[in-house]
T-cell receptor, first 113, second 111 residues
Framework: DGGITQSPKYLFRKEGQNVTLSCEQN?????MYWYRQDPGQGLRLIYY???????QKGDIAEGYSVSREKKESFPLTVTSAQKNPTAFYLC????????????FGPGTRLTVL | DQQVKQNSPSLSVQEGRISILNCDYT??????FLWYKKYPAEGPTFLIS?????DKNEDGRFTVFLNKSAKHLSLHIVPSQPGDSAVYFC??????????FGAGTRLTVKP
């Protein structure tokens, strides 16, 4: 059963702590993405990876970091440098960078206490 | 800078009637447009798309219309069903595949 999984579904963090959000896909997709959704706004691109061992900053990369050591995995770390980290985070993948259709995971809601 | 706008945060229609969801964009370089549907506690799923070389694309009950001169696209759902109740996101991408999303419209279809 192919798809994208994100864990955990809900995450609480104390201010000043780093936290890593998991994203795994078994679709054999080359490209992966991280988006952030805030109320009343569209999805905003944080980071993307066109292929394993490569990643690029999106529109709002400050305070975030990623790695792409395996094709299946694209974890996102929200660092203490991110000023407003409370949001809904969505991971997505596509067959390749040129493919428009993206497949999304169920998302992780991060709350900073 | 919101390049893709969905000005109606919500829409309510009666079952069996037509639902029309609208989306406006500002970047004339966008050449591919998509609609995604999102249920609560799930990620968005692809619904339908249209390339800028077309002005209409149909898939069953769903039709997307593109008006390039007005930089406007719309999604028509006919007939609407209660299971269509969800948040619908409009998205657009240019040649560099950088996709931009609207804020979404919550559709409620009443039985």
């Amino acid at each position: 059963d192919g798809g994208i999984t994100q864990s955990p579904k809900y995450l609480f963090r104390k201010e000043g702590q780093n936290v890593t959000l998991s994203c795994e896909q078994n679709l054999n997709h080359d490209a992966m993405y991280w988006y952030r959704q805030d109320p009343g706004q569209g999805l905003r691109l944080i980071y993307y990876s066109q292929i394993v061992n490569d990643f690029q900053k999106g529109d709002i990369a400050e305070g975030y970091s990623v790695s792409r050591e395996k094709k299946e995995s694209f974890p996102l770390t929200v660092t203490s440098a991110q000023k407003n980290p409370t949001a809904f985070y969505l991971c997505a993948s596509s067959i390749g960078w040129g493919d428009h259709e993206q497949f999304f995971g169920p998302g992780t809601r991060l709350t900073v206490l | 800078d919101q390049q893709v706008k969905q000005n109606s945060p919500s829409l309510s229609v009666q079952e069996g009637r037509i639902s029309i969801l609208n989306c406006d964009y500002t970047n004339s370089m966008f050449d591919y447009f998509l609609w995604y549907k999102k249920y609560p506690a799930e990620g968005p799923t692809f619904l339908i798309s249209i390339s800028s070389i077309k002005d209409k694309n149909e898939d069953g009950r769903f039709t997307v219309f593109l008006n390039k001169s007005a930089k406007h696209l719309s999604l028509h759902i006919v007939p609407s069903q209660p299971g269509d109740s969800a948040v619908y996101f409009c998205a657009a991408s240019a040649f560099d595949n950088d996709m931009r999303f609207g804020a979404g419209t919550r559709l409620t279809v009443k039985p």
